[in-house]
């Protein structure tokens, strides 16, 4: 059974930096997809970042230029650092994971817009105050 563990949200202020982490058990192997996904209040669950085990990203174009993502094989971990809050970040993040390819799972893709991975953390809030 996949357990996905998510850390680090909080409250900040615009123009403000905050750093998440996922901690991943369960799967076998590395090979498969992480990635972060946010849901504002009445909105629908969007794509933030999605990455493999070699490391290849791919951002929504809302974060790019601002947030960043990594991944540790060996710990089975993902971070995702965001700066340059801005209130329209304001959700609940959380960490997916999925054993897809990622081309399969790119923004852009059905699977990143709709957030439709196979497994899912509990998720963090995050809040950017203007």
């Known amino acids: 059974q996949v357990l996905l563990v998510e850390s680090g949200g909080g409250s900040v202020q615009s123009g403000g930096s905050l750093r998440l982490s996922c901690a991943a058990s369960?799967?076998?192997?590395?090979?498969?997809?992480m990635g972060w996904f946010r849901q504002a209040p009445g909105k629908e669950r969007e794509g933030v970042v999605i990455i493999d085990h070699t490391g290849r990203t791919s951002f929504a174009d809302s974060v790019k230029g601002r947030f960043s993502a990594s991944r540790d094989n060996a710990k089975n971990t993902l971070s995702l650092e965001m700066n340059g809050l801005k209130p329209e970040d304001t959700a609940m993040y959380y960490c997916?994971?999925?054993?897809?390819?990622?081309?399969?799972?790119?923004?852009?893709?059905?699977?990143?817009?709709?957030?439709?991975?196979?497994?899912w953390g509990q998720g963090t809030l995050v809040t950017v105050s203007s």
């Open positions: 997916g994971a999925d054993s897809r390819p990622i081309s399969a799972v790119v923004a852009g893709t059905p699977v990143f817009t709709k957030g439709a991975l196979d497994a």
């Open positions: 369960g799967y076998t192997s590395s090979g498969y997809c």
